[in-house]
């Protein structure tokens, strides 16, 4: 059961054009969504949060959007550069109040920036 | 200042023997989680410790066991290798009350079962 599932294995967007990467979620106990960022070889990177009393979080290029009747978020990066192209994944938690977060992650975007 | 480092860096075993995986959280944080990413996935979770007690569990078997350290570090063990549980094992730390408990990455650990 894929509780959060990214449809788009791949983009490919030109530097300087947005690029918008999608995420679906079916548990509407999740409170708390996060994007990160993973080159090969290396760890997730966190790139920027939400949380469900918002609908919108700014963080320089990065803008990630929140519609929680459509349990869909989604991640405007603007203006995209080549360095931006990796993998980035969609997590989601339903405890980050707690402190225990456990993240359940969709299965990553492939980015890709051309200059 | 340090973040996540975990070690080994990649590990190759046969079935049916036994790994540990090492994690040492970034400075200051006292919870850690632990994830497998297989190929073409998004990390699962696995379990989490803080204060020394596994907190939350996600859906493994009793093979996957960890215990965590008075000085936060933390080991994942898994008994009874399969050929299933190739994959990356991802180290991810936190601390209560940073930024709504965002987790960091370490690069992880690359078992390969043969």
């Known amino acids: 059961d894929q509780q959060v599932k990214q449809n788009s294995p791949s983009l490919s967007v030109q530097e300087g054009r947005i690029s918008i990467l999608n995420c679906d979620y079916t548990?509407?106990?999740?409170?708390?969504f996060l994007w990160y960022k993973k080159y090969p070889a290396e760890g997730p990177t966190f790139l920027i949060s939400?949380?469900?009393?918002?609908d919108k979080n700014e963080d320089g290029r990065f803008t990630v959007f929140l519609n929680k009747s459509a349990k869909h978020l989604s991640l405007h990066i603007v203006p995209s550069q080549p360095g931006d192209s990796a993998v980035y994944f969609c997590a989601a938690s339903a405890s980050w109040n707690t402190g225990f977060q456990k993240l359940v992650f969709g299965t990553g975007t492939r980015l890709l920036v051309s200059p | 200042d340090a973040g996540v480092t975990q070690s080994p860096t990649h590990l190759i075993k046969t079935r049916g023997q036994q790994v540990t995986l090492r994690c040492s959280p970034k400075s200051g944080h006292d919870t850690v989680s632990w994830y497998q990413q297989a190929l073409g996935q998004g990390p699962q979770f696995i379990f989490q410790y803080y204060e020394e007690e596994e907190r939350q569990r996600g859906n493994f078997p009793d093979r996957f066991s960890g215990h965590q350290f008075p000085n936060y570090s933390s080991e994942l063990n898994v008994n009874a290798l399969l050929l299933g549980d190739s994959a990356l094992y991802l180290c991810?730390?936190?601390?209560?009350?940073?930024?709504?408990?965002?987790?960091?990455f370490g690069a992880g650990t690359r078992l390969s079962v043969l």
């Open positions: 548990n509407s106990m999740f409170d708390y």
């Open positions: 939400i949380s469900s009393i918002k």
């Open positions: 991810a730390s936190s601390l209560v009350g940073d930024r709504g408990y965002i987790q960091y």
